[in-house]
């Protein structure tokens, strides 16, 4: 359990290195269902990261990124 938490800082410390940057994402959607997200991440909380596009909040979770739901691309 110890090594999954290692794995969370780390995730965390990743994105506030990128706060209020413009952010390009690959959502699986489950299903074959994949789906982009762009925009600038704003807040870090707890357990999840705000996401804004086009005046629109998006809350993602940092698990998602530990099981690889999400995946950050290159920038445009």
């Given amino acids: ?3 999954a938490k290692l794995q969370l800082e ?3 410390a990743a994105l506030e290195k990128m706060r209020g940057e413009y952010v390009v994402m690959n959502i699986n959607r489950g299903r074959n ?3 982009r997200a762009e925009g600038v991440l ?3 909380y707890p357990s999840i ?3 804004v596009s086009d ?3 998006t809350s993602y979770s ?3 990124i530990l099981s690889r739901n999400i995946r950050f691309c290159a920038k445009k």
Avoid: Q, S, W
Wanted: positive net charge; aromatic residues 14%; without cysteine.
């Fill in 42 to 44: 704003t807040d870090l």
């Fill in 49 to 51: 990261f705000t996401v």
């Fill in 62 to 64: 940092y698990n998602d």
């Fill in 33 to 35: 269902k994949f789906e």
């Fill in 10 to 12: 780390a995730v965390k």
């Fill in 1 to 3: 359990m110890r090594k």
């Fill in 55 to 57: 005046g629109k909040v």
